[in-house]
């Protein structure tokens, strides 16, 4: 079992930066698989980054080149630096790892972009 806190989200402006964190109960011994998910109003939770020691980093197409996925060293915290913020990118972003199968998830936390 594992508990996953999000922070960081919050209102800000079109063009702007927010940096998400995910602290895990327990460091994450030996394979590793964390990423982002979120979920727009109305819509389907959607992939947005991941970073696995088998796949490496992944990122869906609208956010690279602007979100930054990565963990520190104890594997306790993963983290999602945001930049270049646009109005799509509203929504509750949620955090997980994958241990032994199964997928663990944080409470979400609301990022909105608007100005």
């Known amino acids: 079992q594992v508990q996953l806190v999000e922070s960081g989200g919050g209102l800000v402006q079109p063009g702007g930066s927010l940096k998400l964190s995910c602290a895990a109960s327990r460091s994450l011994s030996g394979t590793y698989d964390m990423g982002w998910w979120r979920q727009a109003p109305g819509k389907q939770r959607e992939f947005v980054a991941r970073?696995?020691?088998?796949?490496?980093?992944t990122y869906r197409n609208s956010v690279k080149g602007r979100f930054t996925i990565s963990m520190d060293n104890p594997k306790t915290t993963e983290y999602l630096q945001m930049n270049n913020l646009k109005p799509e990118d509203t929504a509750v972003y949620y955090c997980?790892?994958?241990?032994?199968?199964?997928?663990?998830w944080g409470q979400g936390t609301q990022v909105t972009v608007s100005s």
């Open positions: 997980y790892v994958l241990i032994s199968g199964t997928m663990y």
């Open positions: 970073i696995s020691d088998g796949v490496g980093i």
